[in-house]
C-alpha cells in the first residue's frame, strides 16, 4: 500500500496575476483587453490587482482573447478560492 502525499503551497496566488504576466508578455495594455472583452477598464484592472474574481463570463472573453480555454481561467479561479479557503482554516487550526 503507498502513501499520496499532497503538495500544498503555503501561499496562494490570485489568477489576476497570470493575467497580468499574460498581458506583460504579449505587451497588450489592460485598456486594449478591455475593449476586446468589452469588460470595462476597472473590472480589468481590478482583476489584475486581485480584487476581482475571474467569472465564468470573463473566463469566456478571455479565453477568446488569449486563444485559450475557459476551463483554464474557471480552474486558475476555483484553485485560487479553494487554496484561500484551506490556508484560512489551516491557520485557525494552529490558533
Known sequence: MSLKQEYNPNIT???GITLREMLKEIGM???EL???TGLTLKT???IVRGKNPITAATAL???AVFGMS???WSNLQR???QDLLRLRIEQN???
Do not use: C, D, G, T
Request: hydrophobic share 40%.
Open 70 to 72: 475557459a476551463n483554464f
Open 34 to 36: 478591455a475593449k476586446r
Open 61 to 63: 472573453k478571455l479565453s
Open 13 to 15: 496566488i490570485h489568477p
Open 44 to 46: 480589468i484592472n481590478e
Open 29 to 31: 495594455f489592460q485598456v
Open 93 to 95: 487550526s494552529l490558533v
Open 79 to 81: 484553485n485560487y478560492k
